[in-house]
Nanobody
Framework: QVHLVEFGGGLVQPGGSLRLSCTASGVIVRGQAIVWYRQAPGKQRELVAS???????YYYDLVKGRFTFSRDNAKNTVYLQMNDLKPEDTAVYYC???????WGKGTLVTVSS
């Protein structure tokens, strides 16, 4: 059974950085397409970034140039490095396989001074 757990959220000031982790069990992240979504209060869940089964990455326009997706095959973990965070980045962040599987609990990122 595929199980992904997100870590690394927290409170950060505008302009700050966080690195989110997504640790997988039941699936090997190397060779697996992975996506990051986020859901802000009162809004629908939206795609933030994705990585193909290879190394191609996609970033939502509002995070392009600030967020970076990476994969550590040895740890079976993917990361989302988030720099220059803005208040509008505040949301619960989720990782998932693609095609989408079950959603985890996510990790809350709050950007506020």
């Amino acid at each position: 059974q595929v199980h992904l757990v997100e870590f690394g959220g927290g409170l950060v000031q505008p302009g700050g950085s966080l690195r989110l982790s997504c640790t997988a069990s039941g699936v090997i992240v190397r060779g697996q397409a992975i996506v990051w979504y986020r859901q802000a209060p009162g809004k629908q869940r939206e795609l933030v970034a994705s990585i193909t089964s290879g190394t191609d990455t996609y970033y939502y326009d509002l995070v392009k140039g600030r967020f970076t997706f990476s994969r550590d095959n040895a740890k079976n973990t993917v990361y989302l490095q988030m720099n220059d965070l803005k208040p509008e980045d505040t949301a619960v962040y989720y990782c998932n396989t693609f095609p989408l599987g079950a959603w985890g609990k996510g990790t809350l990122v709050t950007v506020s001074s």
